[in-house]
């Protein structure tokens, strides 16, 4: 019989120098932890000597430490990945995050009269100015200021809404639902291919609080269809007398296409149509943080600014500086596309993508091993977020692919690369199609980091 030997007390091994060493570094709670933990290890026989007690404490508490959310690089080739962060942030936007984050600020305090202030006067005038609404309103995101909106203006009242625009977004966003929990009626007008002007004309009565347009972002409906652009649906709801809400989900303060990017609303665009209230993201093509903006006519902003529930759906400081930062870099459209991230990504040229995915081969190839093959090839990136996926971005990705003839070994294999990819020390996202792996170089700008994992790894 191996004759075990017995663990150590727990305060006899809490002495030990090695010991000692990890409660100076990490302090001595997170030591005792761990320390029980590893001591059933050495019950169950499983660790026998001082060392590799030691050892094992150090790597319970590194696993504890280890910080849950990390960055990872994006090479799935959808630039705003809701799963992966959508927009990245301009230095301006970091910086202006790290001023206030430390230490007080003037959130809600108006240094010209010494009186309390309003937290959206960081951003307000910056939103006007570049849609030109009268004003604006920003909360935590899109499906919040969706919310807000038709709870402020439309509580136990009906919502007009065609029935080609009952639109589901990602993540559960269903405006059927929002509207139920905003505490408002449905009233669906048309069909889900057609909808006509009569429609909404016929669909309004006494009980009517708005009407509301979606923008049907993530799909299509093709073929023998009539909707209503803001400007009709504008001139109806004047001639009602309700007012009409668009709900744009991206929307863009620039206009895309002339960044040779499938069209989006425009949101300054879309309210000179005579649009009463939009809602936008303030993390999709805008290239900010996370927030949903508000901007229209004044009276209904402020009923919505005023309403319970903004207090609850309001942003923080750091979301406030980072938006106030990025809105700035929008006051010059000749360097915008360089300096906002998202749109530096969206408008990269096949060719540069090309030059990194190429750079980056030798590196992937070594690492990857003899059991792949690597190239570069042409493939479609995606703008994501709710933006049709259309294949209007010509890019470049790394393919890997299984030297192996049978099918399904080839399968098992690229998952089991995928997941050694997501095992390095900075995980990286990559797609599988078509029996290999696509690692899109679109948001690489610098392939550098990337190539020194791979070579370290090889
Ligand atoms: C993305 C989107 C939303 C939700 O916006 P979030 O900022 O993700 O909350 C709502 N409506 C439309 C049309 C969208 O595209």
Same mark, same amino acid.
């Given at each position: 019989?191996?004759?075990?030997?017995?663990?150590?007390?727990? %305060?006899?091994?809490?002495?030990?120098?090695?010991?000692?060493?990890?409660?100076? $570094?990490?302090?001595?709670?997170?030591?005792?932890? #761990?320390?029980?933990?590893?001591?059933?290890?050495?019950?169950?026989?499983?660790?026998? %000597?001082?060392?590799?007690?030691?050892?094992?404490?150090?790597?319970? @508490?590194?696993?504890?430490?280890?910080? #849950?959310?990390?960055?990872?690089?994006?090479?799935?080739?959808?630039?705003?990945?809701?799963?992966?962060?959508?927009?990245?942030?301009?230095?301006?936007?970091?910086?202006?995050?790290?001023?206030?984050?430390?230490?007080?600020? /003037?959130?809600?305090?108006?240094?010209?009269?010494?009186?309390?202030?309003?937290?959206?006067?960081?951003?307000?005038?910056?939103?006007?100015?570049?849609?030109?609404?009268?004003?604006?309103?920003?909360?935590? /995101?899109?499906?919040?200021?969706?919310?807000?909106?038709? /709870?402020?203006?439309?509580?136990?009242?009906?919502?007009?809404?065609?029935? *080609?625009?009952?639109?589901?977004?990602?993540? $559960?966003?269903?405006?059927?639902?929002?509207?139920?929990?905003?505490?408002?009626?449905?009233?669906?007008?048309?069909?889900?291919?057609?909808?006509?002007?009569?429609?909404?004309?016929?669909?309004?009565?006494?009980?009517?609080?708005?009407?509301?347009?979606?923008?049907?972002? /993530?799909?299509?409906?093709?073929?023998?269809?009539?909707?209503?652009?803001?400007?009709?649906?504008?001139?109806?709801?004047? &001639?009602? *007398?309700?007012?009409?809400?668009?709900?744009?989900?991206? *929307?863009?303060?620039?206009?895309?296409?002339?960044?040779?990017?499938?069209?989006?609303?425009?949101?300054?665009?879309?309210?000179?149509?005579?649009?009463?209230?939009?809602?936008?993201?303030?993390?999709?093509?805008? *290239?900010?943080?996370? &927030?949903?903006?508000?901007?229209?006519?004044?009276?209904?902003? $402020?009923?919505?600014?005023?309403?319970?529930?903004?207090?609850?759906?309001?942003?923080?400081?750091?979301?406030?500086?980072?938006?106030?930062?990025?809105?700035?870099?929008?006051? %010059?459209?000749?360097?915008?596309?360089?300096?906002?991230?998202?749109?530096?990504?969206?408008?990269?040229?096949? =060719? =540069?993508?090309?030059?990194?995915?190429?750079?980056?081969?030798?590196?992937?190839?070594?690492?990857?091993? =003899?059991?792949?093959?690597?190239?570069?090839?042409?493939?479609?990136?995606?703008?994501?977020?709710?933006?049709?996926?259309?294949?209007?971005?010509?890019?470049?990705?790394?393919?890997?692919?299984?030297?192996? #003839?049978?099918?399904?070994?080839?399968?098992?294999?690229?998952?089991?690369?995928?997941?050694?990819?997501?095992?390095?020390?900075?995980?990286?996202?990559?797609? @599988? =199609?078509? %029996? #290999?792996?696509?690692?899109?170089?679109?948001?690489?700008?610098?392939?550098?980091?990337?190539?020194?994992?791979?070579?370290?790894?090889?």
């Amino acid at each position: 019989m191996n004759m075990q030997q017995r663990p150590p007390a727990v %305060d006899k091994a809490l002495a030990w120098p090695g010991m000692q060493t990890l409660i100076a $570094s990490h302090g001595r709670a997170l030591v005792l932890d #761990s320390l029980r933990a590893a001591l059933e290890l050495w019950r169950s026989g499983e660790i026998s %000597d001082q060392p590799t007690l030691v050892a094992t404490v150090q790597q319970r @508490i590194e696993r504890t430490l280890a910080p #849950s959310m990390r960055p990872v690089l994006n090479l799935t080739g959808t630039v705003l990945h809701t799963n992966l962060g959508r927009a990245p942030l301009p230095p301006e936007a970091l910086a202006a995050m790290t001023a206030v984050a430390a230490g007080a600020s /003037n959130l809600e305090y108006d240094l010209a009269s010494g009186q309390r202030g309003d937290r959206d006067a960081h951003v307000e005038d910056w939103i006007c100015r570049l849609t030109g609404a009268e004003a604006a309103t920003v909360v935590n /995101n899109n499906a919040a200021a969706v919310l807000l909106v038709l /709870n402020a203006l439309a509580s136990r009242r009906e919502v007009v809404v065609s029935r *080609g625009e009952l639109i589901e977004i990602g993540g $559960s966003f269903r405006l059927p639902d929002i509207m139920a929990r905003a505490g408002c009626k449905l009233r669906e007008v048309g069909t889900t291919n057609r909808t006509h002007a009569r429609d909404y004309a016929e669909a309004v009565t006494a009980r009517t609080a708005l009407l509301l347009k979606a923008h049907t972002s /993530n799909y299509q409906v093709q073929g023998f269809t009539t909707s209503l652009d803001e400007a009709q649906l504008a001139g109806i709801a004047r &001639a009602q *007398g309700v007012p009409l809400v668009v709900d744009l989900g991206s *929307g863009s303060l620039i206009d895309m296409q002339a960044l040779g990017l499938p069209a989006e609303p425009v949101v300054g665009r879309i309210l000179a149509q005579g649009v009463d209230v939009v809602t936008f993201s303030g993390d999709k093509l805008l *290239g900010g943080p996370q &927030a949903g903006i508000i901007a229209g006519r004044a009276e209904l902003i $402020s009923k919505i600014r005023n309403s319970p529930l903004k207090r609850a759906l309001r942003c923080d400081k750091l979301t406030l500086a980072a938006l106030e930062a990025v809105l700035r870099l929008y006051a %010059d459209p000749d360097t915008l596309v360089q300096r906002v991230p998202t749109l530096r990504l969206l408008t990269r040229e096949p =060719a =540069a993508i090309r030059q990194t995915a190429e750079a980056l081969l030798p590196s992937l190839r070594g690492w990857a091993g =003899a059991g792949f093959e690597a190239d570069v090839c042409d493939v479609y990136s995606q703008i994501g977020s709710g933006s049709l996926p259309l294949e209007t971005l010509p890019s470049a990705a790394l393919r890997l692919s299984s030297i192996s #003839s049978n099918k399904r070994t080839r399968s098992r294999e690229l998952r089991e690369l995928a997941e050694r990819l997501r095992q390095l020390p900075t995980p990286v996202i990559g797609r @599988i =199609a078509d %029996d #290999s792996l696509l690692l899109d170089c679109r948001c690489v700008e610098d392939p550098e980091p990337l190539r020194q994992q791979w070579e370290a790894g090889a």
